[in-house]
């Protein structure tokens, strides 16, 4: 398990000739969004601290082109969303949003109000606004989005820092965006209230100072945990059952079509909860401060010196390969019926495995 | 000539439920990079200045599917150039780049070898690096990029400020932007040396303090003029002669094809030269700061009370209504010979309204 994910590879390849920044303080994949160092003066005898900037780049096209977007509010939403739960993962407070779009010339007039009306709530919902952008001509709808934050230095989050016996949390249940996509794919009742996911910004910035490490489960949780598991040499014991942890609407939708839970986890469709780890000397205190802010974290279990994901499940536990499931999807997007297909075989493949390999609990 | 030019008008439309940032200093088409103030303590007897905060974003797509980039070491260069230039235009020095790139899953891997030595040599030539970003696969290649960067508040430039009788610079000899399209898409001898147009970086903080407007040529030299004439209530003379102010290599192009030099200021293909005023009392001065720092900017012409672009020519000056001319181009690219035939319908056009309105020279 110790090969890197496809696309932690293929990225690699493509950054591999540029010249680091001197005042970049991250390293490729060790952050949700990219921090800085600002040239500003602050006085030795002055107390404060100079803030980090906090920059993030996403584009949302494939998720439209393949259909799942179908709604131009939806795509707008999420395009802004994407960013800004970049910038909760690194705990930083937002200043704004540039957007630039790629336009069909087709596309009516009513569409495009709908998509900047998507583009602006998504905004205002995470206390940002858009600060400037570009738009073009072109065959595909294609929005970018960059945001844009500041972090006090030394409370800035990177995915990297968690250490076996780190207690795991999610900032809510997490697989709603795949139960969305399954939804979105297959026959059979959808998701009540639809795919709206707000950017944990205010859960961000409270666990400055409680989180060891932090990544936004956009990819898929599995997909998060493998990141998380690769860059610190670590692996994760998740806990408690899935009624207790998962996005109750997912697990209906995956029931309903006579999908195993876990299946939820290994789609790369995810959403922007934050997956975080806090020591467990620091457990009561970021609780008590949590519960104070009125937020319910969900604790989904912890992190073991063991690679891996150790999955529970009706029979014993399972030890997942999460970077396997998460190469089963590089390159698949928009094809949830062969994706489905390739986990369904790695359902079987695990059962096998399992006889194996027991974990009981 | 009061009517605002229609991509204008249609970001305005698409921006017109957003809310504006408290922090933004800039206003929609009011500056070539976003000017936003950074929340950092400067205690009052600093004597420092905390800068602003300067970012832009832009999508090269149309250039490629239009087959202007064919060459992927180009659409890589320009599209990190087209964001370090808006930097430029505002003054600010760079921080870094962020780009998202969406590709097609054919592309060789020696193609996107060569794409990404271009943005990276392209920051390297401005002094910058690539500091984040984003992949995507689609069907089209289209890249985005972020240009970051600061500049001390009282120092940042806009497009906003130029008065009756400033003098009109240019950075250096303009129009190989359309040079280069147009021996791209027509037949005959091409541009030697390509089209690797470099961010004025150095230049744009040599203008801090000097210049009274500033923005650059990416849109074409009218389309820049009509848009900082439109928001100034000014209009320009040019002076000199072509051969003297444009880029020699272009000019020769639309000799050869029997073009009148004005297509070269009227096409929409840009490059990346900024286009600035400077008050005449300050003239002496920033000519000598200009000339120790081993620059010769052009001097193009004046500020005039009186709207629209007064161009010189054989038979006496000419005034062109560029805002009319910046339409032409507005859903058009991409189809060089639709858009040249419109360019030499309204060569018809000014040539019989110059013998109703004539403005001797």
Redesign the interface.
């Known amino acids: 398990m110790s090969a890197a994910g496809l696309e932690t590879a293929?990225?690699d390849?493509?950054?591999r000739?540029?010249?680091?920044?001197p005042?970049?303080r991250?390293a490729p994949h060790e952050s949700d969004?990219?921090l800085?160092v600002?040239?500003?003066?602050h006085?030795a005898n002055?107390g404060?601290e100079?803030?980090l900037?906090a920059?993030?780049?996403?584009?949302i096209?494939?998720e439209i082109?393949c259909g799942l977007y179908a709604d131009p509010y939806q795509a707008g939403w999420v395009a802004a969303a994407a960013c800004l739960s970049d910038l909760a993962a690194v705990g930083a407070?937002p200043?704004?949003l540039?957007?630039?779009?790629?336009l069909p010339?087709s596309l009516p007039?009513s569409f495009?109000?709908t998509l900047?009306?998507g583009?602006?709530d998504s905004?205002?919902t995470a206390g940002?606004?858009?600060?400037?952008?570009?738009?073009?001509?072109?065959?595909?709808l294609?929005i970018?989005g960059?945001a844009?934050g500041?972090v006090p230095e030394r409370m800035a989050m990177t995915r990297r820092g968690c250490l076996p016996g780190d207690v795991l949390y999610v900032s809510g249940r997490p697989v709603r965006g795949n139960g969305f996509a399954l939804t979105a794919f297959t026959a059979g009742s959808g998701l009540t209230g639809g795919y709206f996911p707000r950017p944990r910004i205010r859960e961000g910035m409270l666990l400055r100072g409680s989180a060891s490490a932090c990544m936004d489960s956009s990819d898929g949780l599995f997909a998060t945990l493998d990141q998380l598991g690769e860059l610190n040499g670590v692996g994760f014991d998740l806990a408690g059952s899935w009624e207790e942890t998962l996005d109750p609407a997912s697990l209906r939708a995956a029931a309903e079509r006579g999908l195993p839970p876990w299946i939820l986890l290994a789609g790369c469709h995810g959403e922007f909860e934050l997956v975080f780890t806090v020591r467990p000397a620091r457990r009561t205190l970021f609780l008590e401060r949590a519960a104070a802010a009125g937020w319910n974290p969900v604790e989904m279990g912890s992190v073991s010196e063991r690679s891996g994901v150790m999955m529970p499940a009706a029979e014993g536990a399972r030890l997942v390969d999460a970077t396997r499931i998460r190469n089963l999807s590089f390159?698949m997007?928009g094809d949830i019926g062969k994706y489905l297909e390739a986990l369904l075989r790695e359902e079987r493949h695990m059962k096998g495995a399992w006889h194996g390999t027991v974990f009981g609990r």
């Open positions: 293929f990225i390849r493509l950054i000739g540029f010249r680091k920044a005042g970049r991250t969004a990219e800085l600002l040239p500003v003066d006085p002055d404060g100079a803030p900037l920059v993030t780049t996403d584009t096209s494939e082109s407070s200043l704004g540039l957007v630039s779009e790629t010339a007039a495009l109000d900047q009306k583009i602006g905004c205002s940002t606004y858009v600060v400037g952008g570009d738009t073009n001509i072109g065959s595909a294609s970018t960059t844009i500041v390159g997007t």
